[in-house]
Every structure is written in structure tokens, then in C-alpha cells.
Nanobody, 116 residues
Framework: QVQLVESGGGLVQPGGSLRLSCAAS????????MSWYRQAPGKERELVAS????????NYGDSVKGRFTISKDNGRKTVWLQMNSLRPEDTALYYC?????????WGQGTQVTVSS
């Protein structure tokens, strides 16, 4: 059974940090491009960060560049999103995504709330 399980979300004050994790099972993880997306209430889902299957290249949404870092460990079948200097506008449900050709897999999401 294919699963992507996110964890690490929570409530944090502005300027704080969180580290999200996504543990994969039931798929050949090392072949998949992994990404984090987020969706805030009333807004469309947007790409936060993406990392190539090999882990060799990354790209980020403009709003998180310089603050967030995506990484993956193919041996542990896990992808992380380190989020620093968090802002209230980062509040959203964060989803893990695995993509390989026509296969597109999603986790259930983990809530991040940035508020004082």
C-alpha cells in the first residue's frame, strides 16, 4: 500500500522554525520527484518546494526562497522541509507530493499555523 505520511506541523510564533517530515512507503522512493505544497483557506494549492529524485536539484516558490529548505534521504524514504523565519502568511495545510511520470501521489497534509 502506497502511503505518504506527513508530520511536524503545529503552532509557532512569527520568526520561529518548524521541520516537516514526509515518510513514504510502498513506492520506489528514489525514482520520485518529491515536493511540498500548501493550501491556505480560500486559496489555491501552491508549490512550496521541490527536489529531484536524486536530490541533486531543488526549486522553491518565490515567497519561501531563502527561508525554507527541502531535502530527501532515499535510503530512509523521507523528505523534509525545514522552515525558518516563519510568517503568518505561511499558515496553511502542507502536503507532501510524490511524482513520477503519470503517477501523482499525495499525503493527507499537516497543519502549520504561524501566530502570536
Amino acid at each position: 500500500q502506497v502511503q505518504l505520511v506527513e508530520s511536524g506541523g503545529g503552532l509557532v510564533q512569527p520568526g520561529g522554525s518548524l521541520r516537516l517530515s514526509c515518510a513514504a512507503s510502498g513506492l520506489s522512493f528514489s525514482f520520485y520527484r518529491m515536493s511540498w505544497y500548501r493550501q491556505a483557506p480560500g486559496k489555491e494549492r501552491e508549490l512550496v518546494a521541490s527536489i529531484a529524485a536524486s536530490g541533486g536539484s531543488t526549486n522553491y516558490g518565490d515567497s519561501v526562497k531563502g527561508r525554507f529548505t527541502i531535502s530527501k534521504d532515499n535510503g530512509r524514504k523521507t523528505v523534509w522541509l525545514q522552515m525558518n523565519s516563519l510568517r503568518p502568511e505561511d499558515t496553511a495545510l502542507y502536503y507532501c507530493n510524490a511524482r513520477l511520470e503519470h503517477r501523482d501521489l499525495w499525503g493527507q497534509g499537516t497543519q502549520v499555523t504561524v501566530s502570536s
